[in-house]
């Protein structure tokens, strides 16, 4: 139905030939997803109690989760699509790993640990968009071989640092791993420099 939708009014501006992840029917489970997070927002904010609050999102995420697996059964989880069923499953997920972090973090006070965390946070959205820079730049340029034959950068250092010794899929990991800890180095440094970035 999604696909169809795409094709019938965005016909030749797809990402795909067949369908679009950001297409119109795609958009409004991802609208849900925002939602999702809004109101447990809200609700993280409100003057319940610590339990309360961590109660509520517990039922509420293993509800979403629940309805999302069964869901799956006749509306297929689907993330290319963001289909509803996708939206109930890692909605459910998202609002039990936030309950828990909550608990740990906030009810009982344990923040030692979620100093890496704090680090990334604090510059959320300039690592987010240096990330993406930085993957645009590895993808795009185009690193000759032979007089005839040419790879991308990213390949060249996922094949040569990671794949090579590691594997395909174990290489996959420890690439975006390393990456992570990249990204992570420079939230390190604009931290210790007291320069926070936001929107």
């Keep these: 139905m999604t696909g169809y939708v795409d094709r019938l009014l965005l016909n030749g501006h797809l990402y795909t030939n067949t369908w679009d992840p950001e297409g119109l029917l795609s958009t409004l489970p991802a609208v849900a997803t925002a939602l999702i ?8 904010m409100s003057n319940c109690k610590p339990q ?8 509420f995420g293993s509800v979403s ?16 699509l963001w289909t509803s069923s996708y939206v109930a499953l890692t ?6 790993l936030l ?11 344990h923040r030692a640990w979620t100093k890496p965390l704090t680090i990334l946070g604090l ?23 032979t007089e005839n034959t040419s790879a991308s950068l990213k390949s060249l250092v996922y094949d040569r640092l990671f794949a090579s010794w590691a594997g395909p899929l174990q290489g996959s990991i420890v690439y975006a791993l390393a990456y992570l800890g990249f990204c992570w180095a420079i939230a390190t440094i604009l931290y210790r420099k007291r320069i926070f970035l936001k929107v």
């Design 99 to 109: 309950a828990t972090c909550f608990f740990i973090i906030d009810a009982k006070g």
């Design 91 to 96: 909605g459910g997920i998202a609002l039990i």
């Design 37 to 44: 997070g809004v109101l447990a927002g809200q609700h993280l």
């Design 52 to 59: 309360t609050k961590t109660v509520d999102l517990l039922f």
């Design 65 to 80: 989760l629940a309805t999302g697996s069964l869901w799956d059964f006749s509306f297929p989880i689907n993330k290319n």
């Design 123 to 145: 510059n959320a959205i300039f690592i987010y968009v240096l990330s993406e820079i930085g993957n645009l730049t590895l993808t795009y340029a185009i690193i000759p071989l």
